[in-house]
């Protein structure tokens, strides 16, 4: 989450056309990569070859579909920041490390953990601070550079798109690199979301007072200077954001907590609270294909991810509320302020934390004695 030496900004000129990355590529991950079934050339410039053994697929069809847990099993991936479920191939997860890691996604199969596929991206110079990865409804990804651990050190941030690769494969694919401001000043964010339906781009900032849900605009500009606007409170620590494959909900969480937002032509309603796993440190959501589930991952080697089944409790798909008013298992509070479950139940861990500590050492200190 560190943050590398400032860019000077790029001219408009420039935007369109990127400097191509400087950055080696990774290092080969221990495990082979098999390489998924289909016919055609992969998705963007055609650079990289087949990598992999041949002898395994990506989770395909139904087994693919049911939400579990899993965990990440390539080394490369020390800091997964973002999470996306794969459009064109079922059971695949897109990740990414956050920062000093370089252009590269990682496409993950769920049901091994293994990574399938690493793809470079190309036209983005050298990364700052990847924070947030997002699937558009024209078969792209986006990725949010977007980190400001300064908050509010950058005066601008980027944001990559690409097509998703048709084969899952190790390749190169130029991304276009949209240049973007916030209408009332810079700050520090993770949370990138494209909306399914209609293809916009938001953001939610970091901060546990006073933050924001931001709205870009209608279509993003490859020439210009893309303003993102505030369009909701949240006051939510938020570290990654998702919304449900309807467009009709969006789940932001935080480290130890997060909320679920009812989501109706571009404006969110508070709904309830998201009883997010606890992790060591959570920096990634995201819907399963199907919505019946919240996938949760962290930071970390060989970090898990987190299954949370939606319709469990009377509840139905896509996120959205169970019968009996909450989501994700979570108590309908109305409006109320995200931050608010966000922050009490991390001080809730921290008081329990503290208590069992100086229980055990009284424990300890009457044994001595």
Excluded: C
């Amino acid at each position: 989450m560190t943050s590398s030496p400032a860019h000077a900004a790029p001219a408009a000129s420039a935007r369109a056309t990127p400097v191509a990355a400087t950055r080696a590529a990774p290092p080969a991950a221990t495990a082979a990569r098999p390489q998924a079934p289909g016919d055609g050339e992969a998705a963007g410039d055609g650079e990289g070859k087949a990598v992999g053994d041949g002898e395994g697929k990506a989770a395909a069809g139904k087994d693919a579909d049911e939400a579990k847990s899993f965990t990440l099993a390539d080394s490369r991936i020390t800091e997964s920041s973002g999470l996306a479920a794969s459009r064109a191939h079922p059971g695949v997860y897109w990740t990414h490390n956050d920062s000093d890691d370089g252009p590269y996604l990682y496409a993950v199969d769920s049901r091994t953990g293994k990574t399938v596929a690493t793809v470079t991206m190309k036209g983005v110079g050298s990364p700052r601070d990847v924070e947030a990865i997002s699937t558009g409804p024209d078969g792209s990804l986006y990725v949010g550079d977007i980190g400001d651990n300064l908050d509010g050190g950058w005066s601008y941030v980027w944001i990559y798109k690409l097509p998703e690769p048709k084969q899952l494969r190790d390749q190169t694919v130029r991304a276009t690199q949209y240049v973007v401001k916030y209408s009332d000043g810079a700050r520090d964010a993770e949370a990138l979301m494209v909306h399914p339906k209609t293809g916009r781009v938001y953001i939610a900032d970091k901060k546990e007072a006073g933050g924001s849900l931001y709205e870009g605009p209608a279509k993003l500009s490859a020439t210009g200077t893309n303003v993102f606007k505030p369009i909701a409170t949240t006051d939510l620590w938020a570290t990654d954001g998702a919304f449900s494959p309807d467009g009709k909900w969006l789940a932001l969480r935080g480290y130890f907590g997060g909320r679920s937002y009812a989501w109706n032509d571009g404006h969110p309603r508070s709904k309830g609270r998201l009883d997010v796993p606890m992790q060591g440190q959570g920096e990634s959501v995201t819907y399963t294909a199907d919505g019946s589930a919240l996938m949760y991952g962290s930071e970390g080697t060989h970090s898990s991810v987190v299954a949370q089944q939606l319709g469990g409790r009377g509840g139905g798909k896509n996120g959205a509320p169970s019968q009996d008013g909450s989501t994700a298992a979570g108590p309908d509070s109305g409006d109320t302020p995200g931050f608010e479950g966000d922050y009490k139940m991390g001080l809730g861990a921290l008081v329990a934390s503290l208590l069992l500590l100086f229980g055990l050492k009284r424990i300890f200190v009457r044994r001595k004695d």
